[in-house]
């Protein structure tokens, strides 16, 4: 059976603008502030409400509610779950709506963690997918819906240092994102190709089973996460100096 992957290709918009302030849309943290760790929650927690829907254009940055995704394949799973599942044009939607816990940052390593709580986490997106749960056949193409409640998202970001026009920015060299979920609800449509009946037995075993299919694709969860997350992370750090986010 093959394992789990993930294929993606986020969609990015670059525009160029004048001029820039961190302190006008971020919240500044120095790095000799004694609350340095809840100074961090509160800015990162900031940050992802700033990009919102609108992103930072004048540096290049892409909305991240939604956040757009052109292509997602997740492979067969190990067990349960012997189905490929490839997506298009996906929106992740609610990632405006999180809240930050337990931010640290060792400057010294190099490794920024943080773990982000959102009530709803939704993915719209066109679907195919083919194979198998639980040893009944399942396949069809359409519109689809997955809605996870009450995730948690623990990230992991590990830095370099990189001097650019006698400044220094933080390059970004590995992010891992890994979720968990109290609950997952999955809407294809179409499947069977329209055959109703099938279609909604079939979705009726999924729903009921949400646990053990959604451990058998996580590992494709977290690489996606983690990938998207990565893209928009390198673009952000790559156009503020350290100085600027974390002053002395």
Not at 30 to 45: F, G, M, Q, T, Y
Not at 56 to 66: F, N, R, T
Not at 149 to 154: G, H
């Amino acid at each position: 059976m093959k394992s789990t992957f993930i294929y993606f290709s986020l969609i990015v918009y670059f525009q160029k603008g004048n001029c820039f302030s961190f302190s006008d849309s971020f919240k500044v943290c120095h790095r000799s502030d004694p609350k340095l760790d809840a100074c961090l929650s509160d800015a990162i927690e900031t940050g992802f409400k700033t990009l919102g829907s609108t992103g930072l254009p004048a540096i290049g940055v892409p909305s991240i509610d939604p956040l757009k995704i052109s292509e997602i394949v997740i492979g067969a799973g190990t067990s349960a779950v012997n189905l490929v599942q490839k997506y298009y044009n996906a929106s992740i939607i609610g990632l405006s709506n999180l809240k930050v816990d337990n931010a640290l940052f060792d400057f010294e390593k190099g490794v920024l963690s943080f773990v982000t709580k959102l009530p709803t986490l939704k993915q719209e997106a066109k679907y195919n997918v083919e194979g198998k749960i639980m040893v009944l056949p399942v396949y069809g193409t359409g519109d689809s819906i997955i809605t996870f409640t009450n995730a948690a998202l623990k990230h992991d970001i590990h830095f370099d240092k990189e001097n650019k026009n006698n400044k220094q920015y933080l390059k970004v060299k590995l992010y891992t994102a890994r979720i968990t979920v109290e609950g997952a609800h999955f809407d294809f449509q179409n499947l069977f190709n329209g055959d109703k009946r099938l279609g909604d037995n079939i979705l009726k075993v999924i729903n009921e089973n949400w646990s053990v299919i959604f451990d058998d694709v996580k590992d494709g969860v977290n690489n996606s996460f983690s990938k998207v997350f990565e893209a928009v992370a390198k673009i952000f750090f790559s156009k503020i100096p350290i100085e600027n986010m974390f002053p002395n």
